[in-house]
């Protein structure tokens, strides 16, 4: 199973960028997709996750509103778009899907099954 995360890069504090993570049908289907971040040293934190339907995400309590989170279920594609960047931001991001048929929003990394390979953010002050 492969999840191809994109649209990393460097960015000045207050800038914007959108991440994308495409899979295939079959991971993608009726599952729950979201992003997660890392940075050296830390655990993997929760971001935000989508269900299938797109209704009501749901979003780290420490982002203050700035990113959302979205799918193209035509195109297996989950998207975040990150505004008002911070350094604290500065992270590696992986999307994640549950797996098909999991339709529940958990943040528990440990919870999630697929992981795609990361893309760097870097938000320089």
């Known amino acids: 199973v492969q999840l191809q995360a994109s649209g990393g890069g460097l960015v000045q504090a207050g800038g914007s960028l959108r991440l994308s993570c495409v899979t295939s049908a079959r991971t993608f289907s009726n599952s729950v997709m979201g992003w997660f971040r890392q940075t050296p040293g830390k655990e993997r934190d929760f971001v935000a996750a989508i269900s299938w339907a797109g209704g009501s995400p749901s979003y780290s309590n420490s982002l203050k509103g700035r990113f959302t989170i979205s799918r193209s279920n035509a195109e297996n594609t989950v998207y975040l778009q990150m505004n008002n960047l911070e350094p604290e931001d500065t992270a590696v991001y992986y999307c994640?899907?549950?797996?098909?048929?999991?339709?529940?929003?958990?943040?528990?990394?440990?919870?999630?099954?697929?992981w795609g390979q990361g893309t760097l953010v870097t938000v320089s002050s």
């Open positions: 994640a899907a549950r797996g098909s048929g999991i339709t529940v929003i958990n943040r528990a990394p440990s919870q999630w099954r697929f």
